[in-house]
């Protein structure tokens, strides 16, 4: 039994020309392509936003209003990452036949460039896939990975989109050919390109063979798919759309009329907020140090407000949220109102243990330390006996059971 050889190897890899379906080629390609970049550009940006509300740059100042920002800009990052996904696969699908090509110029230079076409195409490739696999496992929140999600996201995020336009200006000329002609017309460029190569093939002219599959009929079915992902999904950040979103995470429903990502329990804070002694310790810039328990909270001026719990993993719901403004609390101290503060958590495990409230919010009257939720005290996975409630604000900033409230000098 002889080895293979080159040749023998040869024979057995696949070539463009064997994938005979004419429903993929170009125009397909370009028009998926198109919807798919257009997808990633809303979530890159909406993402980048995220990012921003989480650690605002100074030149950028982010502040309470429009009250409902960050709900929706997170709720578009969310479904413009899931409609991402079908429109990814069958984009695959449509180029795979290209996997197969083989280097029209041989010589060193041309190897060169096309190897350093590919690499990019891998980076995008491979970039999007983790994207959008990371997105989804953080929407439900199962993370079988050591690295923080939140960063590895940003700095992949950056990779693909970077990709994806120096992949934009090298297909430029194919796209506008591709754009230029019906996507039902038969022949495509690919495909005449291989059928050019293919000694084995029948007489029958490329352009006279049916297009079987159709590629109108996988476009009109990819922008389906895309849009019945989206509708079965957007019900945890469009109120209309609960009933009809059965695969969305989060239905809008839990204990109080409001979902919880993160318990008492899991958090390590049943014992700390539940304990009949507790105070809540004010420390104001110059050191001066204040306690009040929940009753001596309660004493206070209260007011309500209706606002949003908006969380990264896209679901979002409004509740009606009843407090002291925390310019109240530090003002016992004597601090300015236009402070910032530190906020500490009774959490032990987790992320987020602490956040940082800037001036812009503590000045607002609608930034609280809840003590009730939708007409009844706060339960002890909402964040019992104390919580941060804020316009404009990710979920994961809005911390649960306050023990600390330091005001920055």
Not at 354 to 365: G, H, I
């Amino acid at each position: 039994m002889r080895l293979p050889t080159v040749e023998d190897i040869e024979k057995r890899i696949p070539r463009p020309e064997t994938f005979t379906s004419q429903s993929r080629g170009t125009r397909l390609t370009t028009r998926v392509g198109t919807a798919l970049g257009i997808a990633f550009l809303i979530c890159f940006l909406t993402g980048l936003w995220s990012h921003f509300q989480y650690d605002p740059p100074s030149w950028l100042p982010i502040g309470p209003d429009p009250t409902q920002l960050y709900r929706i800009t997170q709720g578009t990052h969310v479904i413009s990452g899931t409609a991402a996904v079908p429109l990814l696969l069958v984009k695959l699908w449509s180029v795979f036949p290209r996997l197969f090509a083989r280097p029209h110029d041989t010589t060193k230079r041309g190897l060169l460039l096309e190897s350093l076409e590919r690499a990019s195409i891998g980076a995008l490739v491979g970039s999007s896939v983790f994207m959008l696999a990371s997105g989804l496992l953080n929407i439900v929140q199962w993370y079988p990975w050591d690295f923080s999600f939140r960063r590895t996201h940003e700095a992949v995020a950056w990779i693909a989109i970077g990709s994806l336009l120096v992949h934009i200006a090298v297909k430029l000329p194919v796209i506008r050919r591709a754009f230029a002609a019906p996507i039902d017309e038969p022949g495509d460029s690919d495909e005449a390109i291989a059928r050019a190569s293919d000694t084995t093939a029948s007489d029958t002219p490329l352009e006279d063979q049916p297009d079987s599959a159709g590629r109108r009929a996988v476009l009109v079915g990819t922008f389906a798919s895309a849009g019945l992902a989206v509708l079965l999904t957007a019900g945890q950040t469009v109120p209309f759309l609960r009933k009809v979103s059965v695969f969305a995470v989060r239905d809008g429903d839990g204990p109080q009329d409001l979902p919880i990502n993160r318990t008492a329990r899991s958090a390590g804070a049943t014992a700390s907020a539940l304990d009949p002694a507790f105070v809540l310790e004010v420390v104001g810039a110059d050191g001066t140090v204040i306690s009040l328990d929940r009753e001596q909270l309660k004493a206070m001026p209260q007011q309500t407000h209706r606002l949003p719990i908006a969380c990264v993993e896209g679901w979002s719901r409004n509740a009606t949220w009843t407090g002291v403004p925390v310019r109240d609390i530090i003002a016992l101290t004597g601090a300015d109102p236009r402070s910032d503060v530190k906020v500490r958590s009774m959490q032990t495990r987790g992320a987020f243990a602490t956040s940082e409230l800037p001036a812009v919010f503590v000045e607002d009257d609608r930034t609280m330390l809840a003590l009730e939720l939708n007409g009844q005290a706060l339960s002890l996975d909402h964040g019992y006996p104390c919580r941060i409630i804020a316009p404009n604000r990710p979920g994961v900033l809005q911390t649960k059971w306050v023990r600390r409230l330091e005001v920055r000098a």
